[in-house]
């Protein structure tokens, strides 16, 4: 069985992520698609990151009604930080029957270098690339373990849509269904 990793903070979980893991899974050669809700990623600041436990809630709500796409919690069980390579360890450990694969946008491949080995990550997975605006995968676009999707350019980002909530806009578009609820409700990303 082929599974995307599909790792964020989801600080929000918005439309663009979804549209994007949908289009991964619908039209590639994955299985289902997993979205590791990361507790705390090294290269983020941990003070800007709703409460982890906010956060998937979220994606629960967001893939109520979704089998091929689900939410993951592994991260919250493992060492803080989370670090990708000791994920990929620990479920290819528990999962030897599954196959992984990394989902990642471009942006990312600007701070790739600095993850925690890295170069074990670019020999044993693959990664699979979907475009972001202003980005491209550099060094790596020829690389044999990395495909570039050409899945649909999503210029949403969770950092837009929480600036936007603290100057009071309406996002409610841009969130999947019942996530605007429950911001509000609960109060979220107010300064």
């Known amino acids: 069985m082929n599974i995307g990793l599909f790792f964020g903070s989801f600080n929000p979980i918005h439309i663009g992520h979804l549209a994007i893991a949908n289009y991964i899974v619908e039209f590639g050669d994955l299985d289902e698609i997993w979205l590791i809700v990361s507790p705390h990623n090294p290269l983020k600041k941990e003070e800007t990151l709703l409460d982890e436990t906010q956060r998937l809630k979220m994606v629960q709500l967001a893939l109520s009604d979704n089998s091929k796409i689900k939410p993951s919690t592994v991260e919250f069980n493992?060492?803080?930080?989370?670090?990708?390579?000791?994920?990929?360890?620990?479920?290819?450990?528990?999962?030897?029957?599954?196959?992984?694969?990394?989902?990642?946008?471009?942006?990312?491949?600007?701070?790739?270098?600095?993850?925690?080995?890295?170069?074990?990550i670019l020999a044993n997975y693959d990664i699979l690339v979907y475009p972001r605006a202003g980005y491209d995968i550099g060094e790596y676009k020829n690389y044999p373990n990395i495909s570039l999707i050409d899945a649909p350019l999503m210029e949403i980002s969770s950092s837009f849509i929480r600036k936007s909530l603290q100057i009071?806009?309406?996002?409610?578009?841009?969130?999947?269904?019942?996530?605007?609820?429950?911001i509000k409700t609960n109060h979220l990303y107010k300064k």
Request: proline share 7%; aromatic share 18%; with cysteine.
């Open 78 to 120: 493992l060492p803080k930080p989370s670090y990708t390579i000791d994920t990929l360890n620990y479920l290819s450990d528990k999962y030897p029957d599954k196959q992984f694969k990394i989902i990642l946008g471009t942006d990312n491949f600007k701070s790739f270098h600095q993850w925690k080995n890295y170069k074990k």
């Open 168 to 182: 009071g806009k309406n996002v409610q578009y841009f969130l999947p269904c019942g996530i605007s609820d429950y």
